[in-house]
């Protein structure tokens, strides 16, 4: 599980996002919503909620915020949210693929656009970059987790298609194939391990290089998909030299 991380091409993203907590508390808030829609508000039948919620306790939601979203999310008169993707490239041929969650499509495929012109990238059509990114399951959890030592960790985690294993800050984060997210779900469970987040990320196949100094006009086209709203999480190839 040692050597260099695929996660490592992200964790500037992470970074940005852990200092915005309003709008990740915003993110979170609209996970809920559109898992209770999909599944209702058991979340004992509804494995998409229950992520939801470990996710939002992991961001430091108040539990009482948490519980309020969940009831006027069953209300049959809440809004309705649309998960939609945007892909699109960037200044010097980065790739972008951004999810969006949004109760107006209108408003939010304008807002992306926008920022790919201001940056001078395009727009594409979906599905027309998909191909560049890889999708896989991304959990983290505190590396103070009792008595089990990180060697006894990694081990017991093969057996939930753990693929690779890193520190960190103060987490340790996991990775799986896609298709085993539900399997890790399950063994963190049995080890009695909430997660502070658990996502499906994805993660570029082929990276971009661009120089250091240049590569500064690609991070303010970052913060500006970040700074929407609208925006779940913005994916891209970038890779610094």
């Known amino acids: 599980m040692a050597g260099h991380s695929k996660w490592a091409n992200i964790k500037h993203r992470k970074g940005a996002q852990d200092k915005k907590r309003g709008k990740?508390?915003?993110?979170?808030?609209?996970?809920?919503h559109v898992a209770v829609k999909e599944s209702g508000d058991d979340i004992n039948s509804n494995p998409r909620l229950k992520t939801a919620i470990q996710n939002a306790k992991g961001a430091n939601m108040p539990k009482d915020t948490i519980e309020r979203a969940?009831?006027?999310?069953?209300l049959?008169?809440?809004?309705?949210?649309a998960e939609v993707n945007y892909?699109?490239?960037g200044p010097y041929g980065v790739a972008f693929f951004i999810e969006c969650t949004t109760d107006n499509?209108?408003?939010?495929?304008?807002n992306i656009r926008a920022i790919f012109n201001k940056y001078d990238g395009e727009l594409g059509k979906n599905g027309s970059l998909e191909f560049l990114f890889n999708r896989i399951g991304v959990f983290e959890i505190d590396e103070n987790i009792g008595n089990i030592s990180k060697e006894e960790l990694e081990m017991d985690l093969i057996d939930g298609g753990l693929e690779e294993f890193h520190n960190l800050q103060d987490s340790y984060i996991i990775t799986t194939n896609f298709e085993d997210f539900g399997l890790m779900q399950k063994k963190l469970e049995d080890l009695s391990i909430t997660p502070k987040s658990s996502k499906v990320e994805r993660i570029a196949l082929?990276?971009?290089?661009?120089?250091?100094?240049?590569?500064?006009?690609?991070?303010?086209?970052?913060?500006?998909?970040?700074?929407d709203d609208d925006v779940?999480?913005?994916?891209?190839?970038?890779?610094?030299?």
């Open 206 to 227: 082929n990276l971009k290089k661009v120089k250091d100094e240049s590569a500064k006009t690609i991070f303010k086209m970052i913060e500006k998909f970040d700074d």
């Open 232 to 241: 779940k999480e913005v994916y891209h190839n970038l890779e610094i030299i």
């Open 24 to 32: 990740l508390f915003t993110r979170c808030i609209k996970e809920i």
């Open 76 to 81: 049959s008169d809440s809004e309705s949210y």
């Open 87 to 89: 892909e699109g490239y």
């Open 105 to 110: 499509i209108n408003r939010t495929v304008a």
């Open 70 to 74: 969940i009831k006027k999310a069953a």
